[in-house]
């Protein structure tokens, strides 16, 4: 180069000349480019770009500078080209392995247990075993002629029989006596068949009725022993205060000052 020609040069970048070894970014303007300007080197413009977004910004080399227009009255424009991310490298695609969580895993709340179940009640053995206690219909029968599928056995006798549900009620009386007084109720005579009954009237008229109206002959009554037969004893005066409660009683006639007092008598009210 000629020293004019360096002179000349020197002249056109005057003042605004970069010192040597800067880095500047171009110089966008509407006005005439009157010298190329330098751009940042390689670290900066890195930083730019990350702080910019993740983009790149200008893919110029370091040191080169912005070459002029050869029509010096167009603007002098900078080239900014924005690259898309480079893909991954086919080694990087490949999915990182799902390792297990290091978080406490919660056990699963246990099932509820089972609601319990109450059993059924267990019905309470009958009173009298092979005695349901219901009061069979006698309507059809004779007074001391009951057939025997109407009667009940009952305990304390000798075999003593009363109607089903009058059966039933002695032995609920009969429990509840030998609970309370500790001893045990004696039973002397039940159901009386007709001819019992007509032999009893003939040999002891005092002390039987009629036959065919005795209640002897319905199957509810009964006559009492072991202290009951006597009006002046414990055991008669808690089957008083307490005989009514199981469907029994002590007839008007046969209490004392009655028409005839029978103390060891006592009848069922089919209650």
Known sequence: MQDGEARSTAGRRGAHAAPRGTWTLPAVGAGRARHGRLLPGPLPALLMGLAGGGLALVGVLPGASLPATADTARPAVAAVVIAAPAPLPENLRRERPVRASRSRVVPAAPSPAPAAVSPSPVPPPPA???????????????????????LCTVPGGDGERLRADAAVAF????????????ERMCVTDGYRPLAEQQVLRRTKR??????GTSEH????????????????TRQHAWMVANAGAYGWF???WAR????????????????
């Open 217 to 232: 002959g319905l199957g509810q009554a009964v006559d009492l022993g072991c202290g009951v037969q006597s009006s002046r």
């Open 250 to 252: 002590h007839p008007d």
């Open 128 to 150: 009298l075993p092979g005695c349901d206690g219901s009061r069979p219909d006698i309507s059809r029968y004779a007074n001391g002629r009951l057939p025997e599928a109407v």
């Open 171 to 182: 032995v609920r009386l009969q429990a509840a006596y030998e609970r309370d007084v500790g």
């Open 206 to 211: 005092r002390f039987a009725a009629v036959p």
């Open 256 to 271: 004392p000052g009655g028409r005839l007092p029978e103390p060891w008598h006592w009848e069922y009210d089919g209650s």
